[in-house]
């Protein structure tokens, strides 16, 4: 069964840069924040509400994958559909008016908010301490998740850790460098993770777990360069009970999800008016008619050549592939759709095979490193590498992370963070011109006269 995000009306948060048209009062027939924070089932439907956050435009459901598959050189964007408003990000013409890099900046920030709304009012709240410090970790780790993304594709951003509760407070956020949101992410997800449980039952999958604290915490070191603490952050997830599923086919699909290597999906179901996603369409093409009709976001023939002969991971994830077609993803289905973009699939953030690569990545080259490269690879049909094996320890981890990752929302920050974006897009005839993050938002900059635009823009 998957959690519903199912939140109260009065619980819409905007983002940091608020709108001054607003009343100061509701009727007192409705519940209102002034009277709701009082009780752990108000806490619980306040959490849920940041969960729901997740589903937006501007987060899994379509700006998260443009900014991360799109951007990279994973995928390319065929015209149709959305158009050019989308091309951009393929083709590094993206300007700051754009609207899905500002739904991004947006949504980002509003499941902040929500997040901020829990933990600025929770300790004044009498409840179970276990169940205190879930709901607060739960906030932590959505929080960070948020953070996290942000501070990949813009860079410096406001960090924002209370509750905004004025228009004037709003406009009042200056940016801060990525290393300190990074930073504040570490204190956040160890928090987090000391507070959640190890699993849920049947009825709560898809809430944050201590293995999805500790995962991103893995790679929020890995970013900064530090390879100690995500080897121990990688090894606690390793005790946690996660392992690889047997055959890459069976992680996907709806009646796959939240498998024995899902470490952390956002849920989505398809026919309840607004749970569904518009990615499962945007990925694959017109669901209403044939596989070859309006095929939009399509595995560049790079991708495709990249495979080696036998990996399993070819045919579970991109079909129709010709002489004259780049083919399709297939990962997230053609079937088991409501209607067009209105999927039942969920997306999964965090899985057990891309804690295996970052442990590896942490140890750097190593017998164990290639151990667990080899484990990765052994379930894809394929021999083992090693320090022999043609190519960098770099390029082989990039290429196994790259094939096994595949349009999970990997690829452009591993580019980022091995320093390989400028010459991997040159090299696919996409140069960046400079632009290694996005713009920030043109509104923002409009609003806030202390905003610094990111380079490129």
């Known amino acids: 069964m998957k959690i519903r995000y199912i939140i109260l009306s009065f ?41 729901n956050t997740l589903q937006n435009d501007g987060c899994y459901n379509q700006s998260y994958w443009i900014l991360q598959e799109l951007r990279s050189d994973n995928t390319f964007w065929d015209g149709t559909g959305l158009a050019e408003e989308v091309t951009v990000f393929d083709k590094f013409t993206d300007i700051s008016t754009s609207n899905i890099s500002e739904d991004a900046w947006n949504d980002s920030y509003k499941g902040i908010a929500r997040a901020n709304i829990v933990l600025s009012n929770i300790d004044g709240i009498e409840m179970d301490a276990a169940t205190k410090a879930k709901l607060k970790g739960e906030a932590l780790f959505l929080r960070s998740l948020f953070y996290y993304h942000l501070a990949v594709a813009f860079g410096n951003i406001p960090l924002v850790l209370s ?12 940016q801060v460098d990525a290393g300190t949101v990074f930073n504040q992410l570490i204190a956040d997800l160890t928090e987090a993770e000391a507070g959640l ?4 039952d049947a009825a709560n999958k898809g809430r944050a777990t201590s293995g999805a604290a500790a995962t991103l915490l893995a790679k929020v070191y890995l970013t900064i360069g530090d390879s100690g603490n995500a ?6 997830v390793m005790s946690a009970g996660y392992s690889l599923m047997g055959d890459y086919g069976n992680l996907w699909g709806v009646d796959n ?8 999906e956002v849920n989505f179901e398809g026919g309840l008016s607004d749970q569904g996603n518009n990615f499962t369409s945007q990925f694959n093409g017109d669901l209403s008619g044939s596989v070859t009709s309006g095929l939009r976001n399509i595995p560049e023939r790079d991708l495709s050549d990249s495979y080696e002969s036998g990996d399993a991971r070819f045919a579970a994830s991109i079909a129709g592939v010709t002489p004259d077609n780049p083919g399709w993803t297939i ?6 759709s409501f209607a067009d973009d209105d999927g039942p699939n969920n997306w999964v953030v965090f899985r057990y095979a891309d804690v295996l690569l970052m442990l590896a990545e942490a140890l750097g080259e190593s017998g164990e490193a290639y151990d667990l490269i080899n484990m990765v690879r052994a379930r894809a049909g394929l021999g083992n590498i090693d320090s022999s094996t043609p190519g960098s320890f770099v390029d082989k981890l990039l290429q196994e992370r790259r094939v096994e990752l595949a349009f999970e929302n990997h690829r452009w920050a591993d580019l980022l963070r091995f320093g390989k974006a400028e010459s991997v897009m040159s090299a696919q005839g996409k140069p960046t011109n400079g632009k290694l993050l996005f713009a920030i938002p043109q509104r923002e900059m409009d609003l806030n006269s202390n905003f610094t635009q990111n380079p490129g823009y």
């Open 11 to 51: 619980i819409i948060l905007g983002t940091m840069s608020c709108s001054s048209d607003f009343t100061d009062l509701a009727p007192i027939s409705q519940r209102n924040t002034g009277i709701f924070y009082n009780t752990a089932s108000d806490m619980q439907i306040a959490v849920n509400a940041i969960y």
């Open 163 to 174: 509750e905004t509760i004025s228009v004037e407070e709003g406009e009042s956020h200056t």
């Open 197 to 200: 449980p190890v699993s849920y």
């Open 331 to 336: 990962k997230y289905g053609m079937t088991n």
């Open 231 to 236: 080897e121990s952050a990688c090894r606690r």
């Open 257 to 264: 999800e939240h498998n024995a290597e899902s470490i952390f």
